[in-house]
Nanobody, 122 residues
Framework: VQLQASGGGLVQAGGSLRLSCAAS????????VGWFRQAPGRERKLLIAAMEWSGSASYYADSVQGRFTVSRDNAENTWYLQMNSVKPEDTAVYFCAVDSWDRVLAAMVNSWGQGTLVTVSS
């Protein structure tokens, strides 16, 4: 399965943005989708949000809890990250990835698609 994140751009602090993650190809029977971000100058991609394929479980990092929300559109095979009350420290390249729940939580996904840049101005 290939994933493509999109929807990034420039947004003012306090504003909102919605990122999309479109999947193509065959997804595993059970999986999780994780949203990761890579801050400028940093090598590591940090997991900020994830949702198990059925929607029965979700995870949010403390830094985004209460501000970001993961949702899904099964018909379109697309996942979303709604970003509200954004802060300058949310500036990063955002990636989505699919893997098992455990591997997503451990940030040990097998492949990364192209990310999308989010820039938050103060």
């Amino acid at each position: 399965v290939q994933l493509q994140a999109s929807g990034g751009g420039l947004v003012q602090a306090g504003g909102s943005l919605r990122l999309s993650c479109a999947a193509s190809g065959r997804t595993p029977i059970t999986y999780a989708v994780g949203w990761f971000r890579q801050a400028p100058g940093r090598e590591r991609k940090l997991l900020i949000a994830a949702m198990e394929w059925s929607g029965s479980a979700s995870y949010y990092a403390d830094s985004v809890q209460g501000r970001f929300t993961v949702s899904r559109d099964n018909a379109e095979n697309t996942w979303y990250l709604q970003m509200n009350s954004v802060k300058p420290e949310d500036t990063a390249v955002y990636f989505c990835a699919v893997d098992s729940w455990d591997r997503v939580l451990a940030a040990m996904v097998n492949s990364w698609g192209q990310g999308t840049l989010v820039t938050v101005s103060s």
